[in-house]
């Protein structure tokens, strides 16, 4: 039997964020597959928030790249290398990086032309980063300092409890 995620999408940003965060750790606590649970990450925020494209790449340290993993979206990128476009660059600061306008990020590689503005969060465990969580929005400056907290503290759940 499948779970499933209630959010009122008449809620804030903020709001939805509390309500959803709670039943995505709740949805993987007993399931130890990584990559079921980042797919049922991925598609909790695409449906809950209203991104136009939510995934994860895992980092291939021997290639130097990322490799998609789990996404919620139009096709994809399938590489990307360490430092190049937000995803890589992310990953090679070991840092979230927020693009209000992904036309104005220097070598932003653009895997569809409808996305707008983009949030990359990395998930590291001691100092190494292990995946890229990458949201896409349709819109202009869609990502502030609410998606950095609640997605930050995903990312940390991530790291910690499902790596």
């Given at each position: 039997m499948a779970d499933s995620i209630q959010i009122d999408h008449f809620l804030s940003k903020e709001e939805r964020y509390k309500?959803?965060?709670?039943?995505?750790?709740?949805?993987?606590?007993?399931?130890?597959?990584?990559?079921?649970?980042?797919?049922?990450?991925?598609?909790?925020?695409?449906?809950?928030?209203?991104?136009?494209?939510?995934?994860?790449?895992r980092v291939d340290a021997n290639a130097q790249e990322l490799v998609l993993g789990p996404f919620q979206g139009p096709i994809?990128?399938?590489?990307?290398?360490?430092?190049?476009?937000?995803?890589?660059?992310?990953?090679?600061?070991?840092?979230?990086?927020?693009?209000?306008?992904?036309?104005?990020?220097?070598?932003?590689?653009?895997?569809?032309?409808?996305?707008?503005?983009?949030?990359?969060?990395?998930?590291?465990?001691?100092?190494?980063?292990?995946?890229?969580?990458?949201?896409?929005?349709?819109?202009?400056?869609?990502?502030?300092?609410?998606?950095?907290?609640?997605?930050?503290?995903?990312?940390?759940?991530?790291?910690?409890?499902?790596?």
């Amino acid at each position: 039997m499948a779970d499933s995620i209630q959010i009122d999408h008449f809620l804030s940003k903020e709001e939805r964020y509390k309500s959803l965060v709670p039943q995505i750790k709740a949805l993987t606590a007993n399931e130890s597959n990584l990559v079921a649970n980042l797919a049922n990450i991925a598609a909790a925020l695409k449906y809950s928030m209203g991104f136009f494209w939510v995934g994860f790449y895992r980092v291939d340290a021997n290639a130097q790249e990322l490799v998609l993993g789990p996404f919620q979206g139009p096709i994809a990128c399938t590489r990307i290398a360490l430092g190049k476009g937000v995803c890589g660059t992310a990953w090679k600061e070991n840092k979230t990086i927020v693009v209000p306008d992904v036309h104005q990020f220097p070598g932003h590689i653009a895997c569809s032309s409808e996305s707008q503005s983009e949030i990359v969060v990395p998930v590291a465990s001691k100092g190494t980063v292990h995946l890229v969580l990458d949201i896409d929005s349709n819109q202009l400056n869609d990502f502030d300092k609410t998606d950095e907290e609640y997605l930050g503290e995903l990312s940390e759940y991530i790291s910690t409890n499902l790596l």
